[in-house]
């Protein structure tokens, strides 16, 4: 335990030994604390409140569903943030991630080429996707190199657009690509992350703001606008996944809690529906985006990127 400073209070002495504080709130923690009797003993799970003088954390485990624990600050004797525990979706591959990108689009039509999938659809919010008018390529192809190559050409040719080849950040597919031709489009990289539901809503519960919400639902689909459309995000379901679609908050109302608010409703709905794990894409210089979804949950499963075939 810490020795107190002057003027300092007893809560703060406990916690000046170590690294948590009101930050955590929403985080996955362990704590190692003192009980009555003396002994040491830790908890592990996701910190939902920090008063003047307690933490609570929602155990998660073996013990989850046992209700929270309430730790005195006093009683800390060691704490730090440990890393969200991982969905067991982060155990599938990022072709079986990728395809669920199709029921974004209902309009998207595939055509298999070999092993890779070849994906159309109409321009989605005044433009071509690349996800829904590219070539999924997380493999080798199985039918020859070349043909692939002059397939996914000829394919996209035909509809007058560019070849694109959505590929497996830094795979031998990319690597292989380069010397047919296809080379980065220098922007898009993006990450696809997951989250279980059940613990980024709960972590987003604890820190995202009152705010009435305006829900449009389809039976497999649901965009949410806050603060009068200020902040717009869309939900879809592809059978038990959550896939987050849109997230986007007006800049002037930015690092307001309102892209929390956004995708507290989206999981919330989610939820409902069954889903148990979140999924979106976020591109790799989005900072901000990328630090949000981190805090709750989400973590990187493959990073992608687009290939054109000049």
Partial sequence: ?????????????????????????????VVRHLLPDGRAT????????????????????????????VVALADVVTGKPVPPRASVRARVGARECEERIAALWASTTTEPLGSWLLRASPPHG???????????????????????????RRFYDGLEQTPLIQVQLGSAV??????????????????AQLAPVAQALRSLRAVAPEADAELDETADRVSV???????????VLSDDWLLVEGLAVDEGHRRRGLASGVLVELLDWGASQGARTAMLHVEVANEPALALYARHGFVTHHTNRYLVGR
């Fill in 42 to 69: 830790d908890v592990l799970g996701t910190c939902t409140a920090w008063g003047a003088g307690t933490l609570t954390i929602e155990r998660d485990g073996a013990h989850a569903g046992a209700g929270p624990v």
């Fill in 174 to 191: 990319e690597q292989k690509l380069a010397t047919l031709g296809f080379t980065p489009m220098g922007d898009g990289d993006a990450h």
């Fill in 1 to 29: 335990m810490s020795e107190p400073r002057a003027g300092e209070t007893a809560a703060e002495t406990a916690v000046r030994g170590h690294t948590l504080g009101p930050h955590v709130v929403g985080q996955r923690i």
């Fill in 225 to 235: 606008r806050l603060a009068g459309g200020r902040a717009t995000g869309t939900g």
């Fill in 126 to 152: 005044g433009r071509l996707r690349r996800r829904g008018n590219s070539a999924l390529a997380m493999d080798e192809p199985g039918i020859g190199w070349i043909d692939a190559a002059c397939g996914v």
